[in-house]
């Protein structure tokens, strides 16, 4: 799974949605993997202001890649004049949509409870006891 | 007519096959009312929107909007997630919105599709274009939700279990065949982002004029409509697309 996705993913039990520790889950045993696919420079500038930036640096240091500037990068800094794509933008797209986890599991701070990453699809079915 | 997502590497044994349903959902989301609609209420410069598919099956409704998003939502920045509780499902759909995405060649980016229940991994206030084609025929019992169920291993008899298990999961709806929609009914006003709006398919069994009005009276402010519909009975419409929205 992308690690953009885990932007958009919490807990998926209902009273931890409240609680802030839920979010983001952190990246347990990851194996990571690093998949091609063509990048799209209006789209990594336009899912930017979507992004919960400091979520986003935890869960890269938690991968233990490259760490990220500290402000969420401005307009300028992701093209050029020419429109050009910028290093820092190509290297959004390769943390956001290029890296993904193959496998490990996901852990909710709230109640701890961990989600299965197998074959890179994530887990969220909860056992019918939690539910 | 924008053309369909191939869906032939999909096994029909153990997940939903593209249907009538299937291809109504297509129809509505390409109208020209609701693309008009969603150019309007998604504008090119604001921030991309998140599309969701809860219950992708084979894929066809997400790959559809997916790598027609520039017809569609008026924009190739939009981004694809989807959710289904059978796991050969998530599988076969990011196949199949991936085919059809290389396929038109400026569709939008598929994050992922992971297995779950409805939206409940969802952030609250996240989706902006939510779409659910559920199991909606009316049953006696609701089929329970796959534990984790190993898929090797398995003898003939057990897999021919799960899998008949995992189809009932894709038609099974319960009482009026609402169960599994009421459910996602409830999750639809913290889920949806203030710009959000949602599409669920429901047949005649479902009594969709009632779901509308009951969504119009949910608190701060909703509406509901009914914009497609297929297969006329006697001046009632088999299957119908209701849109959901906020209108404040
Ligand atoms: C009628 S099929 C629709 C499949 C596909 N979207 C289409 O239109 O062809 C319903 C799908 O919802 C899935 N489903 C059933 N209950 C669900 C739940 N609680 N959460 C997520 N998906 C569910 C089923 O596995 C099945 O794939
Ligand atoms: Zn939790």
């Known amino acids: 799974m992308k690690l953009l996705t885990l932007n958009f993913l919490t807990c998926a039990i209902k009273t931890c949605k409240s609680n802030p520790a839920s ?47 500290e402000d969420v990068p401005t307009e ?26 193959a496998s490990g599991r996901l852990c909710c701070g709230a109640c701890g409870h961990e989600y299965a990453v197998k074959e890179g ?9 939690l539910v | ?21 299937s291809y109504l959902l297509l129809d509505t989301l390409s109208s020209g009312s609701e693309t008009a ?28 909007v997916n790598a027609h998003a520039k017809r569609i939502l008026g924009r190739s920045d939009v981004a694809a997630l989807g959710t289904d509780v059978n796991s ?29 229940d ?3 991994s969802l952030i609250p206030g996240s989706v902006d274009v939510l779409i659910f084609n559920p199991p909606y025929v009316p049953t006696e ?45 409830e999750q639809i006003p913290q889920v949806l982002s203030r710009r959000g709006v949602a599409y669920v398919l429901l047949c005649k069994q479902n009594k969709p004029r009632e779901v509308v009005q009951q969504i119009q009276g949910w608190p701060g402010g909703w509406n509901a409509e009914i914009v497609g519909s297929s297969g006329k009975q006697a001046g009632w419409e088999k299957l119908c697309v209701v849109r959901i929205w906020r209108v404040s």
């Not at chain 2, 569709?107 to 992971?114: I, R």
């Open chain 1, 23 to 69: 979010f983001p889950l952190h990246p347990k045993d990851a194996e990571l993997e690093q998949i091609e696919i063509d990048m799209n420079p209006i789209f990594i500038r336009n899912i930017l202001p979507r992004l919960d930036w400091v979520a986003l640096k935890t869960l890269s240091s938690e991968l233990g890649l490259a760490s990220l500037p």
């Open chain 1, 76 to 101: 300028e800094e992701l093209m050029g004049e020419d429109g050009e794509a910028t290093q820092t933008l190509k290297d959004l797209h390769v943390l956001l949509m290029e890296t993904g986890i």
């Open chain 1, 121 to 129: 699809i994530a887990n969220f079915l909860l056992p019918s006891h």
């Open chain 2, 1 to 21: 007519m924008l053309p369909t997502p191939s869906t032939s590497h999909v096994d029909p044994s153990r997940i939903y096959e593209p249907a009538e349903d």
């Open chain 2, 37 to 64: 609609f969603l150019q309007q209420r998604f504008p090119p410069e604001t921030p991309c929107p998140l599309v969701l598919e809860v219950g992708t099956g084979s894929g066809v409704v997400l790959a559809f």
């Open chain 2, 88 to 116: 050969f499902a998530c599988k076969a759909a990011a196949q199949t919105v991936k085919l059809a995405a290389s396929e038109s060649g400026i569709g939008g980016a598929l994050l992922d599709v992971v297995l779950g």
């Open chain 2, 118 to 120: 409805l939206a409940s």
């Open chain 2, 141 to 185: 019992e609701l089929p329970t939700q796959p534990e984790n169920v190993a898929d090797e291993g398995l003898s003939r008899d057990a897999e021919f279990e799960r899998d008949s298990h995992l189809l009932s999961l894709s038609y099974a709806g319960g009482v009026d065949g609402m169960e599994t929609t009421n459910r996602l009914l």
